[in-house]
C-alpha cells in the first residue's frame, strides 16, 4: 500500500493561514488523496479529498502537486477550532480491503 | 454531529469478560466500518459490513466479532477482554465502499480492568 508521510506537529497563529504537507511518493495513479482531522475527544472528520486537480470546499483547499507525490492542505484563516491531528490518507479508487488506513498524523496547534 | 450514534459511551469491564458495542449509521449509508484507537496503536481498521455482509477485515482479532442487522445498525462483540483491549472503539459509516467519506461516530470508550 502507498504510504503517507506527515510531520508529526505544527504550530500557527489565529487567523493565519496554515499549509499541512504531505508526500507520498509511491502514490499510484488510482489513488485518491483524502483528508481526516480528528478534533480532541472526537471521531475523525472528513475535510476533503482530490485526485489531480487542486480542490475546494467550505472547510479547506487541497493543492496537489503535478507529479501527485505531495500535497497540501490549506486552512484559509484557521481558528482555535482547527487545532487537531489531521490525517493524509490514499485511498485507491478501485476499492480497497483494507479500510482507512490512518497514520500518526499531524498535531496541529493553533496560538491564540 | 455526524448523524452517526454509538452507545454506550463509556464502558468499564473487568478482564475475561464479554461487551458489546452498539452502532447505528446515518440515514441511507449502508456500510458501517470499526476502529480501534488506542494510544500505543494510533487508530486501526477492524471490518467493514455493506448492507448487513462483511465486506472487508482489517487488524481484528478472533476475540472480536461484530455484524450488521437488517436495520442496517451494526454491533462490536469483544470476548475474553484483556487489558490491552482497552481503547476507544469507533463507528463510521458511509453510502457505499471505502472511496465514499466516512462518517465517524462520537466513540466508545472501553476499560478493562
Known amino acids: 500500500d502507498a504510504k503517507t508521510t506527515q510531520p508529526n506537529s505544527m504550530e500557527s497563529n489565529e487567523e493565519e493561514p496554515v499549509h499541512l504537507p504531505c508526500n507520498h511518493s509511491t502514490i499510484s495513479g488510482t489513488d485518491y488523496i483524502h483528508w481526516y482531522r480528528q478534533l480532541p475527544s472526537q471521531g475523525p472528520e472528513y475535510v476533503i479529498h482530490g485526485l489531480t486537480s487542486n480542490v475546494n470546499n467550505r472547510m479547506a483547499s487541497l493543492a496537489i502537486a503535478e507529479d501527485r507525490k505531495s500535497s497540501t492542505l490549506i486552512l484559509h484563516r484557521a481558528t482555535l477550532r482547527d487545532a487537531a491531528v489531521y490525517y493524509c490518507i490514499l485511498l485507491d479508487s478501485g476499492g480497497g480491503a483494507d479500510g482507512l488506513t490512518f497514520g500518526k498524523g499531524t498535531h496541529l496547534i493553533i496560538q491564540p | 454531529d455526524s448523524g452517526v450514534t454509538q452507545t454506550p459511551k463509556h464502558l468499564i469491564t473487568a478482564t475475561g469478560q464479554r461487551v458489546t458495542l452498539r452502532c447505528s449509521p446515518r440515514s441511507g449509508d449502508l456500510s458501517v466500518y470499526w476502529y480501534q484507537q488506542s494510544l500505543d496503536q494510533g487508530l486501526q481498521f477492524l471490518i467493514q459490513y455493506y448492507n448487513g455482509e462483511e465486506r472487508a477485515k482489517g487488524n481484528i482479532l478472533e476475540r472480536f466479532s461484530a455484524q450488521q442487522f437488517p436495520d442496517l445498525h451494526s454491533e462490536l462483540n469483544l470476548s475474553s477482554l484483556e487489558l490491552g483491549d482497552s481503547a476507544l472503539y469507533f463507528c463510521?459509516?458511509?453510502?457505499?465502499?471505502?472511496?465514499?467519506?466516512?462518517?465517524f461516530g462520537p466513540g466508545t470508550r472501553l476499560t478493562v480492568l
Open positions: 463510521a459509516s458511509s453510502y457505499g465502499g471505502f472511496r465514499d467519506t466516512q462518517y
